[in-house]
């Protein structure tokens, strides 16, 4: 059995970084709670067994949830689900979606160091793209 692991969710972010590790982002929590409050921010991570992730094994999961702080106490990260999320270097990036009540697409996007578990906003050259629900990303 597990003894911590994430709430069921649905439209959340699951990423794999470079360490090896599987971070789960955000999304919309059961249908039980107000719509206004099923937005969810918080972060998840499952470490790789010891002997790597394998075709047709089914390690122990041992899930931690992050306790992340924020930069310069900007208010993030946003509450979103249906947004798209990728791991780069030692960085989780997060863009679009849907707000906690599921009725505004988001545009700005947002950056978590993977070593120090710290938010910030992050800032763009240009103008940034419109709000977008349901967006994908790539690393290439």
Do not use: M
Request: glycine share 10%; hydrophobic share 40%; net charge negative.
């Amino acid at each position: 059995a597990v003894a911590s692991a994430p709430a069921v969710r649905s439209a959340a972010s699951l990423v794999h970084t470079d360490d090896g590790r599987l971070i789960v982002f955000g999304g919309e929590a059961a249908v039980d709670e107000p719509r206004e409050r099923r937005g969810l921010k918080d972060v998840w991570s499952l470490g790789a067994p010891p002997s790597g992730w394998a075709a047709c094994s089914c390690p122990t999961p041992s899930w931690e949830a992050w306790q992340c702080g924020a930069t310069a106490n900007e208010d993030v990260p946003t509450a979103r689900s249906n947004h798209a999320a990728a791991a780069c270097g030692g960085h989780l990036l997060v863009f679009g979606g849907w707000s906690a009540g599921g009725d505004v697409p988001l545009a700005h996007p947002e950056l978590l160091h993977l070593e120090t578990r710290c938010w910030t906003h992050c800032s763009t050259h240009n103008a940034p793209p419109p709000p977008r629900g349901n967006p994908t990303l790539a690393v290439v």
